[in-house]
C-alpha cells in the first residue's frame, strides 16, 4: 500500500538554528537573520510537524556549519531507509556525516549515496508516491543524480531526471508536493514541462516565495504572508497551517528544508 506515502509520516527530524545562521550561503544581499527569531521560528515549525501528529527529533545547532539548520539538503528518506546525500555547496559538505548518526538511530536501513563523484541536495529532490523527481541545479549535478538513480529503484521508485529552470536555487524552492497526484508550482516551473503527469496548481504570480509548501499528514504548511496563495490553497480543498519562516528566507531557506519527513517503520 502506497498511496499516500509521500506525505503521510509518523516521524520528522529537525536541527535547531546556530548562532552562526547569518553565514549562511545566500545568493542575494538582503538583511542577516536574527538567531532569536530563527529559534522561535523554528520551534513554532516543530511545534507544527508535532501537532500534525510526528514524533520530532530536534538535533542540537552545529555552529560550524551555519546552514544545517537546512536539514533536507544532507540526506533523503525514503520508505523505511535512509540515503546520506553528497550535498553541492562545499561549506555544507560536512553536514552529511554530521546528520548520519541520528539517521542511524532512527532507521534500520541508512545507505550513501553510492560512489565519490557527483552532488546532490535534498532540495533538489520531489518525491510522490512512485516517483523521485530530481532537478539539476548550481548543488545537484547529472553524476550525483545518476548515482542515486540504482538506489531509488532498488526501494520500488522510478526516477527522472529533469532540468531545473535558471535562476532557481533548488527544484523545490519553485515547488512543493499537494497530494499523491498535485504538485503546487511557480509558474516558472510549472510550464518548463518539469512536471508532466502531476495535475498542476499554480502558484499567483508574485508569491513564488510560497510555493516550497509541504503537505504533512492532513495539513499543508505555508509560509504566511500569501494571501493569494492561502486563498487559492484553500477553495482548492487543502487544509492550511500558515508558518512564519521569514528568517530562513533571508539566507534562501524554504518550508521543506528545515525536515526530514519519514515513517522508518514501513
Ligand atoms: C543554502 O544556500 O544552501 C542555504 N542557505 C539554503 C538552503 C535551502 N534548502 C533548500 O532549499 N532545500
Redesign the pocket.
Known sequence: MTEGRSYRFTHALCRKPGASIAS???AGEGADPDPARFAAQHAAYVAALRDEGAQVTVLEPLEAFP?SV?V??AALCLAATAIILRPG?PS?FGEAAAITPALQQLFSDVVHLPGEAGFV???DILASDDEVLIGLSARTDREGANALRPVVEALGYRMRIVETPPDI??F??DCGLLDSETVFASAALARSGCLSGYRLIECPQGEEAAANLVRFNDSVLLREGFPRTAELLDREGYQLRLLDTGEAAL????L??MSLRFSPGT
Open positions: 549562511g550561503l545566500r546552514d537546512f533536507e539538503d555547496a555544507r541536495d535534498g532540495g536555487l533548488h523545490k524552492t539566507v534562501d531557506g524554504g521543506s528544508c
